[in-house]
């Protein structure tokens, strides 16, 4: 069934400057650097393979604007917002004060602060009934920066802002935040730890990103304690693993929250041939995972669906996993095939094995247990 799906795309997104990677904050300077894996010809492919597809033209363009600093004051200190403006007009450098790099390049904040708003402007899209869904191609991502620190490419949580916006400005409840990142959403998490408005769930590879957070036992404090959801899975997880988590984790937490809009944090880097990960989904993972999120939100919000980009780094691959969401969103095939799909969904282990099993009884369980009935 074809539906009305949204598209935020500009080609400011693709002038954030990373420059050369050297890896880690601190990592030796010996050795020839290479580009950084955070950069633009990652997400132009994507949007030229749109292009090809016939996709594009499907697609409902949604223009962003820039997020204000109150905006962004709603998820972030002003010290913080301040530190962006001020390394950014002063011609860009390194940000992260822990673990990857984080560069920031001349004009970075007014880039990062226009990916958050393409965020904002595809809410509004979707609550004044203009699109049934959307997806913001967005860069820098977000979904690592804490209220007072850049972290892992990220400097404003794009995905984090955008409920804080449905809920500020536009009256909503309850938000679910899904968020599949082969990496923690640790920023969404910090951002709303003590929320009980929103429902965070992260599915992520255990311990790869940040390397201190996106435990089971993280479950929020307060009055949000419950509503946050890790599901830490092993290294090698594919296509058993996720189906497993999505049914028995996912989808019934959602059931419980009944949220008023689900937002996706869209990373692909939990896709197999990534090099930042190693977990083993296809296209078709993807695929699957994006009709079952529509069919929750058809159940709960009428269908009010929205995804921003977070990370994949394969360039090769990324492309046709990205393609496979947006063309489950609109209801639309282009008749393109994955090269790398049957191969992938052909690999040994990817049914679920016992070890994967015993993350997702125990994320199972805390979700009986300890998240709240709307």
Not at 63 to 68: E, K, V
Not at 261 to 285: C, E, K, Q, T, Y
Request: proline share 7%; aromatic share 8%; glycine share 10%.
């Amino acid at each position: 069934m074809p539906h009305r799906t949204g598209f935020v795309w500009h080609e400011r997104y693709m002038w954030h400057d990373t420059g050369n990677f050297f890896g880690p904050v601190g990592a030796s300077k010996n050795i020839q650097p290479i580009a950084h894996l955070e950069n633009p010809e990652g997400k132009r492919r994507i949007r030229n393979l749109l292009d090809v597809a016939g996709l594009t033209e499907r697609l409902v363009a949604v223009p962003p604007r820039p997020a204000s600093e109150n905006e962004l004051a709603r998820g972030h200190t002003h010290e913080h917002i301040a530190r962006v403006k001020l390394v950014s007009a002063a011609g860009g450098g390194q940000m992260a004060k822990r673990y990857a790099s984080t560069p920031l390049g001349p004009g970075g904040y007014e880039i990062a602060a226009l990916a958050a708003g393409g965020g904002l402007a595809l809410v509004e899209a979707v609550l004044d009934g203009r699109i049934d869904n959307g997806y913001a191609l967005v860069r820098p991502p977000g979904h690592h920066a804490e209220p007072d620190e850049a972290m892992g490419f990220c400097f404003f949580g794009n995905v984090a802002l955008a409920a804080l916006h449905a809920l500020e400005a536009r009256g909503l409840h309850r938000v679910a935040i899904v968020d599949w990142d082969a990496h923690h959403g640790n920023g969404t998490q910090k951002i709303f730890w003590r929320d009980p408005r929103v429902l965070t769930i992260s599915l992520h590879q255990d311990r790869c990103f940040p390397p201190d957070t996106g435990t089971l036992a993280e479950i929020g404090e307060d009055a949000g304690r419950g509503t946050n959801i890790n599901i830490p899975l092993p290294p090698g997880s594919g296509i058993g693993a996720y189906h497993a988590a999505f049914e028995r984790v996912v989808l019934p937490a959602l059931d419980r929250f009944r949220p008023e809009l689900i937002l996706v944090a869209s990373g692909f880097d939990s896709g197999a041939h990534d090099p930042l990960a190693r977990l083993a989904l296809n296209s078709s993972a993807y695929r699957w995972m994006t009709d079952r999120l529509m069919a929750a939100a058809a159940a709960h919000c009428g269908g009010k669906l929205v995804m921003l980009h977070e990370g994949g780094y394969a360039p090769h691959i990324v492309p046709f996993l990205c393609l496979a969401v947006i063309e489950a969103l609109c209801g639309h095939s282009s008749g393109i095939v994955d090269p790398f799909d049957a191969m992938i969904g052909a690999w040994p282990y990817q049914e679920l094995q016992a070890h994967q099993e015993a993350v997702i009884l125990e994320a199972e369980q805390i979700v009986r247990l300890h998240l709240p009935c709307a």
